[in-house]
């Protein structure tokens, strides 16, 4: 399985790491370390040393009750940093669901769209939207996540129920939808959206059933990496939930991302690159003799 992008078919036989660059002030995982631009840069490059296939830029936090970037805000922080990205020679992802950022850095030669509203967001302004803005590229690559209500909402009142039929339903009609505008099936990946708008068992029900909660022939992306679900299993109170800092979160980071490859994931978005390389290449090794 390859995921084509705008400049390169990912060869998906081997699980592929994205590396995070959090270009914000108020990410709930770095404490906005990487927001200054020449931060930024430097990241991108350290990942990459660590191990990073691609990288994942995010100029907007998205951890529940956040508010809304002003369009221009975002623009600002996020270009100068995939200017500098798509040098790297690796897949540049954008996490946005902004179309007029979406534009933007595709102009620039950013490789894939990685959208938490699945290309659904809408302004009031009348303006063009995600999926036509994907559509009307001929080769970038998007990856469809599922989430319930919006990041202001969704932890307020979580989904109820079992949410794997729910997930795979979504992620069904929109790939379904996208695919109808021309877009080619081997641009698309899916992304269950661990956390958002989740309660803790249903994010680890999506992870045991990840395979059923995603289209079958779309590869999967998983996104673990420091989720406050991760804190809720691990820590005896709601205090030390609270207090957990990313060191701790480090650990169960890492097995949540093997957990994802072993049981199909082909893509996992961390922050902690160098450890989840050698605990992937540790399951490689395992497999191999299997």
Not at 69 to 98: F, I, M, Q
Not at 141 to 170: I, Y
Not at 212 to 236: D, I, M, N
Not at 242 to 261: F, G, I, W
Request: glycine residues 8%.
């Amino acid at each position: 399985m390859h995921w084509q992008t705008t400049r390169f078919a990912i060869d998906l036989s081997r699980p592929q790491i994205m590396g995070i660059v959090n270009v914000t002030p108020d990410s709930f995982s770095d404490g906005g370390q990487y927001a200054a631009r020449d931060a930024a840069l430097a990241h991108c490059e350290k990942l990459l040393r660590d191990g990073a296939d691609m990288l994942d830029i995010g100029g907007e936090s998205t951890r529940p009750g956040a508010q809304a970037l002003p369009l221009d805000e975002e623009l600002a922080r996020v270009l100068p940093v995939v200017k500098h990205a798509v040098t790297l020679g690796v897949p540049v992802s954008v996490d946005t669901y902004k179309p007029a950022v979406m534009q933007a850095v595709l102009d620039l030669g950013a490789d894939i769209i990685n959208d938490i509203w699945a290309l659904r967001w809408r302004d009031d302004q009348g303006g063009p939207t995600g999926d036509a803005v994907v559509a009307a590229h001929p080769s970038c690559g998007v990856c469809l996540m599922h989430m319930h209500r919006d990041p202001q909402t969704m932890q307020v009142a979580p989904m109820e129920g079992d949410v794997v039929p729910q997930v795979l339903s979504f992620l069904e009609l929109l790939a379904q939808r996208l695919r109808g505008l021309g877009v080619d099936s081997a641009r698309i990946c899916l992304d269950p959206g661990i956390g958002f708008g989740k309660t803790v068992p249903q994010n680890f029900a999506l992870l045991a059933r990840q395979v059923q909660a995603v289209p079958a022939g779309y590869p999967v992306l998983a996104g673990w990496s420091r989720k406050s679900s991760l804190a809720a299993v691990t820590q005896t109170s709601l205090s030390q939930m609270a207090s957990m800092d990313v060191d701790q979160r480090r650990a169960p980071s890492v097995t949540a991302a093997v957990l994802a490859v072993q049981n199909g994931a082909h893509v996992v978005r961390v922050h902690d690159v160098r450890d989840t390389v050698g605990a992937l290449k540790v399951l490689a090794a395992m497999q191999a003799q299997a």
